[in-house]
């Protein structure tokens, strides 16, 4: 897995202050994306132990609410090992951390993959410049969606996304 930065104290990317990881590698390639240089699987630097402890030193610090992995996708096929094995890790030593991820794909085709049982929000969807709204929390069209994981996953029809956004009721 290779990253191009590691951004702390973050508001944007997920509720509350978080560290983001944004990961190299993307095969969207969306139009008007406001990642382009994160698409080249090969860009960016290595992620080594440096950049984890990078990531675990502000985890460690209480006004952190917890990690946003982004990019590029974390879902691309040059992120998803290193992306499950840091999740499971951080899920193990922050329980009470919360992780979102943002991937272009959806939810029905990622539903069943092992990284979501370790995941609190996913933000899916490909970013779509005609249905950009800039007015939308967490998210920058009006196709994607704020998933809450685990409420979703425990739904009768979990291909039926929950909403994070604190309308439980509202169902996609």
């Not at 610090?61 to 590029?72: A, C, D, E, H, V």
């Amino acid at each position: 897995m290779r990253y191009h930065n590691i951004t702390k104290d973050d508001m944007n990317n997920g509720d509350g202050l978080r560290v983001v990881l944004w990961v190299a590698g993307c095969s969207h390639c969306c139009k008007e994306c406001q990642n382009p240089m994160t698409w080249d699987p090969n860009g960016g630097l290595p992620f080594d132990e440096a950049a984890k402890k990078e990531i675990f030193d502000q985890l460690d610090k209480s006004y952190i609410s917890g990690i946003t992995f982004s990019g590029g996708d974390p879902l691309h096929s040059a992120n998803r090992d290193g992306v499950l094995a840091l999740a499971k890790e951080i899920r193990e030593k922050y329980p009470d951390k919360t992780i979102w991820l943002y991937t272009g794909y959806c939810w029905k085709d990622i539903y069943e993959e092992e990284i979501v049982n370790y995941l609190d929000v996913v933000v899916d969807g490909e970013f779509k410049i005609e249905e950009k709204d800039n007015t939308l929390m967490w998210k920058g069209s009006k196709n994607q969606k704020v998933i809450d994981v685990k409420r979703t996953l425990g739904s009768p029809d979990i291909l039926t996304p929950i909403l994070h956004c604190g309308d439980y009721s509202k169902r996609y």
